[in-house]
């Protein structure tokens, strides 16, 4: 079966009738809640509208079968809840606001009445039939599930979580572990799919509760077990590293598979598991584009923006989750079936949104479960107060689906390209991306140190950490495998995402300012091997570090190889960085403390050099160079360098200290040439830089002509030279290879390798053999046996 999403169908309209705020009770509430009860054929969905009463509706016949109007003063502090046995239908709904309740009372009283479905619709006077009790604290949510036919579940804000019986009274409360905790999300399941707790606990238990709980800047998992009878036992209490104020919307399967989106539109996926050793295991991360509350969340700074409001999950089971969300900049809505367990979009569905909501800045979405096949999906306004209410009215839908029931790459085979619509591209850095405690524990030290400006502080934990991890730096000298060994040995243990959410949190590549930072952490990781450009968003490392003003960590990234993936772009844009600020006249007349703090950056020869020597695509590297350097006078002190460069290699030419030969002559020629690259990479740069900037630029600057000139003339001579000796290359190339292969020969002796190959064991007879076959497979470089004309 695979995944698809029907038009869904209109359930009801309503109008919310609310006064202005008043207090931070009534601020937090929405316009309509909604949510589902089983029942004959479809089932029911109740309807808690504000300022108007409790609706509850029969599915298949779109029409409400009970009604219960309180008028404009009364308010629900969240959805109502309802259980249809034997043809009667019990409400339970907490009133935030009343004529009836006290303001002492107003969040803790729980109101109940019994409706007969038989009969005709009730009116407002069967409230009168209705049941009321109050709790110990303040009641956020409730949950009914038919496991527990005979308990109700109540959540307060903080944590609390009380069990009632159907006639309300109360049974049991539990108490969070922790007074600072903030509820974010309650989930309520059937005990007995619940595989990700132990086997005893499943069948000696109902139902399985779990409460997302925000404590300081963590979010913890909390598992408790619940029976019937109105006992509550703790399972787990697992930490998830993602701040509480970041979430815009989460949501749980009875599989254990929680998903948590946050408000930048980064949504992550987590396997709970309560067995024998209790874990929380980061499966997926994916980062959404094209929705309107990740759009929002950029602009917002208020940690209870509603932009998180525009958005809103639902587990389907397995790793599928249903997403609805508006979209960006269309405002339409759209439904998504995402696997996240491949990262890939199965279905989608695009609704128009209705008119009385079209013309409103923000809307409110939620979604609930509906049965099988089927969910509710509620739109109403958001942050609308005053006069405007009178026209704001609420749509309350029925959106039917259909869902694989396991996930299966066969089912995610092919949907790669619908995906990358609304996915971005995940370079960027996600806070809170899921770690072992450790190396969470060493983001928040880290990030603390240099928020409160100790980057000594940062050094010495990461220091601390990366010797109890083992990681050892760079130290003797040692062959190409062996650091191949390590580089991959390093990568392993530290992992890419975790280096990439360090980077972010001590380079901070969005931030332009000054700010603390610490290059030792930086300079220890790029000597680890374990740094790549696309850590950082854009592939921008070196930007990132000339925020900085860390000149020392850029020239550790382009000496040796040791960051492989930086873009020309970067190259160029950094080249054109150093060129402007040695050609910036100092002011005489500035005090010390005037002086901008650029003493750290190298002379244009030294940062030349290492981008002469990184190897670069060479057309990538001319469009790079003709965007970079638009100015003739930095592309001439750049030709002023190779110039020079080139002058000193036809010196040591002359010299006799070709690039070919004896080991004694390569090391006085290294010691002459010092940091200048080698002569192909000097001709190589030369020839992008003249193809990128000859006609935009130096065709146009007078001055330029006279420095063409010097360069040609000291490449005229090379070029004549090249011509006179490429006639000796055949001749004298027998002699390179034995050079060549006596000198490795030596190499792997003073390794302690035997390389060379045995003589063949046998008698003369076998080895003349040899020989003459040898001989007489092929003709030599220059041997001429036979020609026939």
Excluded at 199 to 221: F, K, Y
């Amino acid at each position: 079966m695979d995944a698809s999403i029907g038009d869904p169908f209109v359930l009801a309209n309503y109008t919310a009738q609310q006064k202005s705020s008043k207090g931070k009770q009534r601020q937090q509430v929405s316009d309509v809640y909604a949510t589902y009860t089983p029942g004959t054929r479809d089932g029911y969905v109740t309807a808690t509208v504000q300022g108007d009463g409790i609706h509850t509706l029969d599915v298949s016949e779109i029409h409400p079968v009970a009604a219960h109007t309180f008028g404009p003063s009364t308010l629900f502090a969240g959805p109502s809840v309802a259980r249809c046995t034997d043809g009667t239908c019990s409400t339970y709904a907490v009133v935030a606001a009343s004529s009836d309740v006290t303001s002492e009372d107003a969040g803790r009283t729980i109101w109940k009445w019994d409706d007969d479905l038989s009969g005709s619709l009730p009116d407002s006077s069967s409230s009168s039939t209705k049941q009321s009790v109050t709790v110990p604290h303040i009641v956020s949510c409730i949950r009914v599930t038919d496991e527990c036919p005979s308990t109700l579940l109540a959540w307060s804000p903080s944590g609390h979580l009380t069990l009632l019986g159907n006639d309300l009274k109360i049974r049991t409360t539990r108490d969070p572990p922790s007074q600072r905790r903030v509820l974010v999300q309650s989930f309520l399941v059937p005990s007995k799919p619940c595989a990700f707790v132990p086997s005893q606990v499943r069948h000696e238990n109902d139902a399985i509760a779990i409460c997302l709980e925000g404590d300081d800047r963590t979010t913890r998992a909390r598992v408790l077990a619940v029976r019937d009878v109105g006992e509550v036992a703790d399972v787990a209490d697992l930490e998830i590293s993602v701040p509480p104020e970041n979430i815009a919307s989460c949501t749980l399967s009875p599989t254990g598979f929680l998903t948590v989106l946050l408000r930048d539109g980064i949504w992550q996926a987590y396997q709970l598991s309560c067995s024998s050793n209790t874990f929380l295991t980061s499966l997926e991360t994916i980062k959404l584009r094209s929705v309107s509350f990740v759009a929002s969340s950029k602009a917002a700074s208020d940690t209870k923006s509603p932009s998180s409001h525009e958005v809103a999950l639902l587990a389907l089971g397995s790793s599928h989750v249903l997403l609805a969300a508006t979209a960006h900049p269309s405002r339409d809505l759209v439904l998504h079936i995402w696997d996240l367990a491949f990262s890939v979009l199965l279905a989608t569905q695009t609704i128009t949104l209705p008119s009385a909501l079209a013309e409103e800045k923000r809307i409110s979405i939620a979604l609930a479960p509906a049965g099988a096949g089927q969910c509710v999906l509620v739109l109403s306004p958001a942050g609308v107060s005053g006069s405007a209410r009178s026209n704001a009215r609420s749509t309350v839908y029925v959106v039917p689906y259909s869902c694989p029931p396991a996930s299966t790459i066969a089912h995610a085979m092919g949907r790669a390209e619908a995906s990358k619509t609304w996915l971005a591209q995940h370079g960027g850095v996600a806070h809170g991306q899921a770690h072992e405690p450790k190396r969470a524990k060493l983001l928040k030290t880290i990030e603390g140190a240099l928020a409160s400006n100790r980057p000594q502080a940062a050094d010495e934990a990461f220091a601390k950490w990366f010797d109890a991890e083992g990681l050892k730096g760079p130290g003797r000298e040692k062959c190409e495998n062996e650091k191949i060994g390590e580089e991959a040995e390093r990568n392993d243990a530290l992992g890419h995402a975790f280096v990439r959410d360090l980077l972010d949190r001590v380079l901070r590549p969005a931030v332009a300012g000054t700010v603390p930072y610490s290059p030792e952490i930086v300079r220890q990781l790029i000597k680890a091997g374990v740094v790549s450009a696309g850590m950082i968003d854009g592939s921008a490392l070196l930007t990132a570090l000339r925020r900085r003003n860390d000149w020392g960590s850029i020239q550790l990234v382009l000496s040796d190889g040791r960051v492989r993936d930086i873009p020309e772009v970067e190259l160029a844009d950094g080249l054109a960085h150093v060129v402007a600020r040695a050609s910036t006249p100092g002011d005489a007349n500035a005090m010390q403390v005037d002086v901008p703090s650029t003493s750290d950056a190298p002379a244009l020869p030294v940062f030349l050099a290492l981008c002469v020597a990184y190897p670069a695509s060479p057309s990538a590297l001319r469009v790079a160079l003709r965007r970079s350097l638009a100015d003739a006078g930095a592309v001439l002190a750049i030709l002023d360098v190779l110039q020079g460069w080139l002058a000193r290699w036809a010196g040591m030419r002359g010299a006799g200290l070709a690039t070919a030969g004896s080991k004694a002559k390569r090391k006085q020629r290294t010691r002459l040439a010092g940091d200048m690259p080698e002569l192909p990479e000097i001709l190589r740069f030369l020839t992008a830089l003249l193809d990128a900037t000859y006609v935009p630029v130096l065709l146009q600057h007078a001055p330029a002509g006279r420095a063409l000139r010097r360069l040609l003339a000291h490449v005229t001579p090379e070029v004549d030279f090249l011509e006179d000796v490429v006639q000796l290359r055949g001749p004298l190339e027998p002699f390179v290879r034995a050079q060549t292969e006596k000198e490795q020969k030596q190499t792997d002796k003073e390794q302690g390798k035997d390389r060379v190959a045995k003589e063949p064991q046998g008698d003369w007879r076998q080895r003349r053999r040899a020989a003459h076959e040898a001989a007489s497979a092929g003709v030599g470089l220059y041997r001429l046996e036979e020609l026939t004309l």
